[in-house]
């Protein structure tokens, strides 16, 4: 079967760096999504990783180790529009599975 | 502008009811998919479709029923038999294949009174 886990709650300040981890157990490995999605939106697309290493776009990049199941978030020069719940997923044969969210606050 | 659309966005109904939320899409995707989220809570799948006139159960379809009879749209009904309906629903798309980014339309928040 498939699990993941991220941490419920984050807090970080406007400018400064933050990694949101993610752990997943998966029968079979079809790749690993982030998703972001403001409060009462819908969530909306920021990275995809299939193989091993960094993949950088803007302030956001993302890891993935699939030796070790686990991938994370890196977000940089935070703003306060960067507020907002951060899913991690990845694939079950022909569907995604999702975590339950990383809410992250940033504060001035 | 090609895109998901959900409607309503906001929509009460009585306890014992059933009641049918539309999705559209004019992207030209296969796949189709329905999401409950709760508060606090990921998403989880309702029902899926990768193909016109056919659907599969997802995680939590107890109460749920889903139609695809176009392409472009998958309306879900929430029936009488759904134990705790209120819930922010939402409805993507994609192209088929599980490695393809799936876009979500803006959702529809049931409350059952």
């Known amino acids: 079967g498939q699990n993941i886990d991220q941490p419920t709650e984050m807090t970080a300040t406007e400018g400064a760096i933050v990694q949101i981890n993610c752990t997943y157990q998966t029968s079979g490995f079809n790749g690993l999504f982030w998703y972001q999605q403001h409060a009462g939106e819908a969530p909306t697309f920021l990275s995809y990783?299939?193989?091993?290493g960094l993949e950088e776009k803007g302030r956001f990049s993302s890891f993935l180790s699939r030796s070790k199941g686990y991938s994370y978030l890196l977000l940089k020069e935070l703003q306060m529009k960067d507020s907002a719940s951060y899913l991690c997923a990845t694939g079950d044969t022909d569907k995604l599975i999702f975590g339950t969210g990383t809410r992250l606050q940033v504060f001035p | 502008d090609g895109g998901i659309t959900q409607s309503p966005k906001y929509l009460f109904r009585k306890e014992g009811q059933n009641v049918t939320l539309s999705c559209e899409q004019n992207?030209?995707?296969?796949?189709m998919y329905w999401y409950r989220q709760d508060p606090g809570q990921g998403l989880r799948l309702i029902y899926y479709s990768q193909i016109v006139n056919d659907f599969q159960k997802g995680d939590i379809a107890e109460g749920y029923s889903v139609s695809r009879e176009k392409k472009e749209s998958f309306p879900l009904t929430v029936t009488s038999a759904q134990k705790n309906p209120t819930a922010f629903y939402l409805c993507?798309?994609?192209?088929?294949?599980?490695?393809?980014?799936?876009?979500f339309g803006p959702g529809t928040r049931l409350t059952v009174l």
């Open positions: 992207l030209n995707h296969d796949a």
């Open positions: 990783n299939v193989l091993d």
């Open positions: 993507a798309s994609s192209i088929w294949g599980i490695d393809n980014e799936q876009f």
